[in-house]
């Protein structure tokens, strides 16, 4: 079988606060969104500059974390995967939302009261929608980070 690679790195911000619900099976799920933007100089040499916005979905301690730390405007470093999942809508047209499932989420920002940043959480275990999954919550504030342990 070849191989492949569905890897999403992403640096931005909070666009909203994370919502936080229990699925039915009991999991844990968080979703927020992110903005990127890109500025590029076009033919004219005009500055141009546009933001891209992408919904991010955590699970199990990964999502409980979010839901603690993360907030509106936050600076974030998200690692995950591509997914598209489909539905039917009330009007009966099948609807597509592709989002990233994150596995690392990273804070470049200091949260209130904090003397250090950034901080980290990784999902130890890939995680489905009913699957279990365990994760490393964020070092205490006085813990210092190792520019090493960033993966960027």
């Keep these: 079988m070849a191989m492949s690679l569905n ?3 992403l ?3 909070l666009t909203r606060d994370p919502e936080s619900r229990t699925t039915p099976s ?3 799920v968080a979703s927020f969104s992110v903005a990127t933007n890109r500025v590029w100089t076009n ?3 005009e500055k141009q500059e546009r933001s891209e916005f992408h919904n991010i979905v955590a699970w199990g301690k990964l999502a409980d974390i979010v839901g603690k730390y993360l907030a509106r405007g936050r600076r974030v ?3 995950g ?3 598209t999942r ?3 809508g009330q009007d009966g047209v099948k609807r597509y939302r592709t989002e990233i499932i994150a596995d690392n989420v990273i804070m470049l920002d ?3 009261g904090a003397a250090t940043g950034p901080f980290s959480a990784k999902e130890e275990v890939p995680s489905g929608e009913e699957s279990s999954s365990s994760g490393q919550p964020f070092p205490p504030a006085e813990e210092e980070i190792q520019l090493e342990n960033i993966p960027f």
């Design 7 to 9: 890897k999403v790195m």
């Design 11 to 13: 640096i931005g911000n």
């Design 26 to 28: 009991g999991q844990m």
């Design 43 to 45: 033919q004219a040499g």
């Design 77 to 79: 470093y998200v690692e």
């Design 81 to 83: 995967r591509l997914q």
């Design 86 to 88: 489909d539905w039917q």
């Design 110 to 112: 200091r949260p209130a």
